[in-house]
Protein backbone atom coordinates (compact mmCIF):
# COMPACT_ATOMS: atom_id res chain seq x y z
CA UNK A 1 0.00 0.00 0.00
CA UNK A 2 2.74 2.45 0.81
CA UNK A 3 4.16 1.64 -2.19
CA UNK A 4 2.26 3.10 -4.55
CA UNK A 5 0.62 6.11 -2.55
CA UNK A 6 2.12 9.40 -3.27
CA UNK A 7 4.96 10.79 -0.96
CA UNK A 8 3.51 13.34 1.40
CA UNK A 9 3.26 16.57 -0.80
CA UNK A 10 5.43 19.30 1.25
CA UNK A 11 5.47 21.97 -1.03
CA UNK A 12 4.02 25.32 -0.07
CA UNK A 13 4.61 23.83 3.75
CA UNK A 14 6.85 26.62 5.63
CA UNK A 15 10.21 25.93 6.82
CA UNK A 16 11.38 24.15 8.80
CA UNK A 17 7.00 22.36 9.23
CA UNK A 18 8.06 21.05 6.02
CA UNK A 19 11.45 19.13 6.88
CA UNK A 20 9.70 17.87 9.63
CA UNK A 21 6.75 16.42 7.82
CA UNK A 22 8.96 15.25 5.22
CA UNK A 23 10.89 13.12 7.74
CA UNK A 24 7.64 11.90 9.22
CA UNK A 25 6.95 10.62 5.86
CA UNK A 26 9.80 8.68 5.27
CA UNK A 27 9.49 5.06 5.22
CA UNK A 28 10.64 3.00 8.33
CA UNK A 29 13.95 0.46 7.45
CA UNK A 30 13.16 -3.51 6.30
CA UNK A 31 14.29 -5.38 9.07
CA UNK A 32 15.36 -8.96 7.78
CA UNK A 33 14.92 -10.14 11.49
CA UNK A 34 11.24 -9.80 11.19
CA UNK A 35 9.16 -12.19 10.47
CA UNK A 36 7.75 -11.63 6.80
CA UNK A 37 3.79 -11.25 8.01
CA UNK A 38 4.49 -8.69 10.73
CA UNK A 39 6.77 -6.59 8.02
CA UNK A 40 4.05 -7.04 5.80
CA UNK A 41 1.81 -5.63 8.70
CA UNK A 42 3.91 -2.73 9.29
CA UNK A 43 3.88 -1.57 5.50
CA UNK A 44 0.08 -1.11 6.02
CA UNK A 45 0.23 0.47 8.99
CA UNK A 46 2.82 2.57 7.42
CA UNK A 47 0.30 3.28 4.55
CA UNK A 48 -2.39 4.18 7.36
CA UNK A 49 0.29 6.89 8.81
CA UNK A 50 0.93 8.33 5.82
CA UNK A 51 -2.72 9.18 5.49
CA UNK A 52 -2.48 10.62 8.64
CA UNK A 53 -0.14 13.01 7.67
CA UNK A 54 -2.26 13.71 4.44
CA UNK A 55 -5.05 14.91 6.94
CA UNK A 56 -2.70 16.92 8.92
CA UNK A 57 -1.19 19.14 6.04
CA UNK A 58 -4.93 19.10 4.47
CA UNK A 59 -5.98 20.69 7.70
CA UNK A 60 -2.89 22.83 8.68
CA UNK A 61 -1.75 24.06 5.29
CA UNK A 62 -4.16 22.91 2.25
CA UNK A 63 -7.39 22.70 3.15
CA UNK A 64 -8.06 21.59 -0.59
CA UNK A 65 -5.36 18.67 -0.63
CA UNK A 66 -6.41 15.55 -2.05
CA UNK A 67 -5.96 12.37 -0.33
CA UNK A 68 -5.05 9.98 -2.85
CA UNK A 69 -7.10 6.85 -1.26
CA UNK A 70 -10.44 5.88 -1.34
CA UNK A 71 -12.76 8.50 0.15
CA UNK A 72 -14.59 5.82 2.75
CA UNK A 73 -10.87 4.40 3.63
CA UNK A 74 -9.89 7.85 4.02
CA UNK A 75 -12.66 9.21 6.26
CA UNK A 76 -11.97 6.40 8.19
CA UNK A 77 -8.46 7.79 9.30
CA UNK A 78 -9.72 11.42 9.38
CA UNK A 79 -10.09 11.45 13.27
CA UNK A 80 -6.70 10.45 13.72
CA UNK A 81 -5.59 12.86 11.26
CA UNK A 82 -7.82 15.23 13.50
CA UNK A 83 -5.75 14.22 16.41
CA UNK A 84 -1.97 14.43 15.20
CA UNK A 85 -2.99 18.03 13.96
CA UNK A 86 -4.26 18.95 17.02
CA UNK A 87 -1.12 17.80 18.93
CA UNK A 88 0.69 20.07 16.46
CA UNK A 89 -1.40 23.07 17.28
CA UNK A 90 -0.30 22.10 20.98
CA UNK A 91 3.11 21.70 20.71
CA UNK A 92 3.29 25.22 18.70
CA UNK A 93 1.18 27.09 21.74
CA UNK A 94 3.21 24.97 24.48
CA UNK A 95 6.36 25.99 22.85
CA UNK A 96 5.54 29.89 22.35
CA UNK A 97 4.45 30.07 26.16
CA UNK A 98 8.28 29.44 27.48
CA UNK A 99 7.41 26.79 29.94
CA UNK A 100 10.37 24.94 30.84
CA UNK A 101 9.55 21.93 29.48
CA UNK A 102 9.59 23.91 25.87
CA UNK A 103 13.44 24.71 26.31
CA UNK A 104 14.52 20.86 25.46
CA UNK A 105 13.32 21.71 21.86
CA UNK A 106 14.72 24.31 18.97
CA UNK A 107 11.28 24.91 18.11
CA UNK A 108 7.67 23.74 18.08
CA UNK A 109 8.13 21.73 14.85
CA UNK A 110 11.10 20.02 16.55
CA UNK A 111 8.77 18.99 19.22
CA UNK A 112 6.35 17.55 17.17
CA UNK A 113 8.33 15.54 15.53
CA UNK A 114 10.27 13.94 18.27
CA UNK A 115 6.30 13.03 19.60
CA UNK A 116 4.99 12.01 16.59
CA UNK A 117 8.03 9.52 16.40
CA UNK A 118 7.76 8.36 19.15
CA UNK A 119 4.05 7.35 18.76
CA UNK A 120 5.18 5.96 15.80
CA UNK A 121 7.84 3.35 17.42
CA UNK A 122 5.35 3.06 19.89
CA UNK A 123 2.61 2.17 17.26
CA UNK A 124 4.97 -0.42 15.87
CA UNK A 125 6.10 -1.95 18.86
CA UNK A 126 2.32 -2.88 19.32
CA UNK A 127 2.41 -4.77 15.87
CA UNK A 128 5.93 -6.32 16.73
CA UNK A 129 4.41 -7.80 19.55
CA UNK A 130 1.58 -8.95 17.94
CA UNK A 131 -0.78 -9.71 20.90
CA UNK A 132 -4.40 -10.18 19.91
CA UNK A 133 -6.35 -9.19 23.14
CA UNK A 134 -9.12 -7.48 21.34
CA UNK A 135 -10.31 -3.69 21.47
CA UNK A 136 -11.64 -3.48 24.55
CA UNK A 137 -8.95 -3.20 27.05
CA UNK A 138 -7.18 -1.11 24.76
CA UNK A 139 -10.23 1.23 24.46
CA UNK A 140 -10.96 1.04 28.29
CA UNK A 141 -6.81 2.35 28.70
CA UNK A 142 -7.45 5.36 26.46
CA UNK A 143 -10.68 6.24 28.08
CA UNK A 144 -8.66 6.23 31.26
CA UNK A 145 -5.81 8.70 29.79
CA UNK A 146 -9.09 11.22 28.73
CA UNK A 147 -10.48 10.94 32.13
CA UNK A 148 -6.71 11.72 34.18
CA UNK A 149 -5.93 14.47 31.95
CA UNK A 150 -9.83 15.58 32.69
CA UNK A 151 -8.35 15.44 36.76
CA UNK A 152 -5.60 17.79 35.51
CA UNK A 153 -2.89 15.25 35.79
CA UNK A 154 -0.52 13.85 33.37
CA UNK A 155 -1.11 10.30 32.32
CA UNK A 156 2.38 9.72 30.81
CA UNK A 157 6.25 9.03 32.12
CA UNK A 158 9.10 10.24 30.86
CA UNK A 159 10.39 6.66 31.04
CA UNK A 160 7.81 5.67 28.15
CA UNK A 161 6.85 8.77 26.15
CA UNK A 162 8.90 11.74 27.38
CA UNK A 163 7.58 13.76 24.60
CA UNK A 164 4.28 13.29 25.33
CA UNK A 165 4.95 13.49 29.03
CA UNK A 166 6.48 16.81 28.23
CA UNK A 167 3.41 18.09 26.29
CA UNK A 168 1.13 16.87 28.82
CA UNK A 169 2.82 18.78 31.54
CA UNK A 170 2.84 22.41 29.65
CA UNK A 171 -0.78 22.30 28.72
CA UNK A 172 -2.11 21.08 32.35
CA UNK A 173 -0.06 24.01 33.37
CA UNK A 174 -2.11 26.11 30.80
CA UNK A 175 -5.04 24.76 30.49
CA UNK A 176 -6.54 27.49 33.09
CA UNK A 177 -5.92 29.96 30.81
CA UNK A 178 -9.55 30.84 28.96
CA UNK A 179 -7.98 31.65 25.11
CA UNK A 180 -5.43 28.09 25.58
CA UNK A 181 -8.35 26.11 26.96
CA UNK A 182 -10.71 27.37 24.15
CA UNK A 183 -7.99 27.56 21.28
CA UNK A 184 -5.89 24.49 22.29
CA UNK A 185 -6.88 22.25 25.44
CA UNK A 186 -10.43 21.78 24.53
CA UNK A 187 -10.24 20.90 20.51
CA UNK A 188 -7.28 18.26 21.70
CA UNK A 189 -9.00 16.36 24.17
CA UNK A 190 -12.30 16.47 21.99
CA UNK A 191 -10.20 15.31 19.24
CA UNK A 192 -8.90 12.51 21.35
CA UNK A 193 -12.11 11.82 22.42
CA UNK A 194 -13.34 11.09 18.82
CA UNK A 195 -10.03 9.12 17.68
CA UNK A 196 -11.41 6.67 20.48
CA UNK A 197 -14.61 6.91 19.73
CA UNK A 198 -13.40 5.66 15.92
CA UNK A 199 -11.57 2.81 16.88
CA UNK A 200 -14.18 1.66 19.48
CA UNK A 201 -16.85 1.34 16.48
CA UNK A 202 -17.49 -1.86 14.22
CA UNK A 203 -15.75 -0.30 11.23
CA UNK A 204 -12.23 -0.46 13.09
CA UNK A 205 -10.59 -3.67 13.37
CA UNK A 206 -8.31 -5.39 15.27
CA UNK A 207 -5.33 -6.69 12.97
CA UNK A 208 -2.73 -9.26 13.53
CA UNK A 209 -0.45 -12.15 12.04
CA UNK A 210 -1.04 -15.76 12.38
CA UNK A 211 1.08 -17.70 10.61
CA UNK A 212 1.61 -16.16 7.51
CA UNK A 213 -1.96 -14.24 7.58
CA UNK A 214 -2.56 -10.86 8.51
CA UNK A 215 -6.26 -11.40 10.25
CA UNK A 216 -8.37 -8.67 11.20
CA UNK A 217 -11.14 -9.22 14.04
CA UNK A 218 -14.08 -8.09 12.87
CA UNK A 219 -16.35 -5.50 14.91
CA UNK A 220 -17.25 -6.18 18.30
CA UNK A 221 -18.08 -10.18 17.69
CA UNK A 222 -16.12 -13.17 16.98
CA UNK A 223 -16.11 -13.00 13.60
CA UNK A 224 -12.51 -13.13 11.35
CA UNK A 225 -11.17 -11.98 8.33
CA UNK A 226 -7.92 -12.83 6.41
CA UNK A 227 -6.70 -9.53 5.29
CA UNK A 228 -3.58 -11.01 3.48
CA UNK A 229 -1.79 -14.05 3.30
CA UNK A 230 1.56 -13.82 2.25
CA UNK A 231 2.93 -16.59 -0.81
CA UNK A 232 4.39 -19.78 0.20
CA UNK A 233 8.14 -20.25 -0.54
CA UNK A 234 9.68 -23.60 -2.08
CA UNK A 235 11.90 -24.51 0.05
CA UNK A 236 14.79 -26.86 -1.59
Known amino acids: MLKIMPRLPTDGIPHPWDLTMHWLDEPLPISPLLQPAIQQHMDLAAGDWRITLYWVVK ?14 YAMLLKPRGELFFRALELCIAGYNSSHPDSKDYHNASDWYLQLMQ ?27 IIKTLKNQKNPATPSTSLHFYRLMEVALSLEKQDQFNNDYWKPFLSALSGWIQAI ?19 GRGKGKMTLLRLPSKNIF
Not at 59 to 72: A, E, G, S, T
Not at 120 to 127: A, G, V
Open 118 to 144: ETRNLDNQEIQANEASGKKPFVQDLYQ
Open 59 to 72: KKWNHKLKIPVNRK
Open 200 to 218: DSPDCHECYVDGDRIVCQM
